[in-house]
């Protein structure tokens, strides 16, 4: 297990089981760093940004949340890497994991829950190297101003029918799929997405965007391909 922080008040450590990132000070932002296990890194109370953890391995999961919230800035983000991943209405094998899950280590196929997503006080992404299915009845309701970014490196990014997103306050939602030019990857939508006034919604498809009689609401929305904007 491996915990890097680029900044003093996190925490540099090596052993074998999990271990917290300290909070940053009144000041500081939160730690940065890689992780092979959970960890929080949250802004200082009077100031700073929450921090900025990877966690990368053969077999991702987790049993404890993530903390990267800044009572006083941004919040902050944290990154998984599975191969193909599923939301699903039902606890996930990388639930601790979130906000942020990474697609440039091959570790198989795993789960997150919408309710660990919804729970999530750091802004989320959620990458995998092939797809990412949000599953049949598996609504998402972000809490306000956080933001969930989904993206596939070659496959395509499916949500189902009973599944709406919902972000609030200045939350974005972004759903990219296929970010290597000419995989062919496409984003299916089966149900709503939603952002507040504020917010931004953009779909990328490499190989195009269906929309499937629903509605995409927000102050903003993008639809783009890998290599330009429609």
Do not use: F, W
């Amino acid at each position: 297990v491996r915990i890097e922080c680029s900044d003093r008040a996190g925490l540099l450590a090596r052993q074998k089981h999990a271990a917290p990132v300290r909070q940053g000070a009144q000041h500081r932002r939160g730690a940065e760093g890689v992780v092979r296990a959970d960890d929080a890194g949250t802004g200082g109370r009077l100031g700073g940004n929450g921090g900025s953890v990877e966690i990368s391995g053969a077999n991702l999961g987790m049993t404890r949340s993530v903390n990267l919230a800044a009572p006083a800035g941004i919040i902050g983000t944290l990154l998984l890497d599975p191969t193909n991943l599923d939301i699903v209405p039902r606890q996930g094998s990388l639930d601790g994991s979130l906000p942020e899950i990474d697609y440039n280590t091959s570790s198989g196929d795993q789960t997150v829950s919408n309710r660990a997503i919804d729970d999530s006080l750091a802004n989320i992404t959620l990458q995998a190297t092939n797809d990412v299915t949000v599953d049949p009845n598996t609504p998402i309701t972000l809490q306000p101003n956080v933001s969930l970014t989904i993206q596939t490196q070659t496959g395509n990014i499916v949500v189902d029918g009973g599944s709406p997103m919902t972000a609030s306050g200045t939350g974005n939602l972004e759903l990219e799929a296929g970010r290597t030019a000419g995989s062919g990857g496409t984003v299916t939508l089966n149900d709503n997405l939603t952002a507040g006034p504020g917010g931004v919604i953009t779909l990328v498809g490499d190989g195009g965007v269906a929309l499937n009689a629903t509605t995409v609401t927000a102050g903003t929305v993008v639809l783009a391909t890998t290599t330009g904007v429609g």
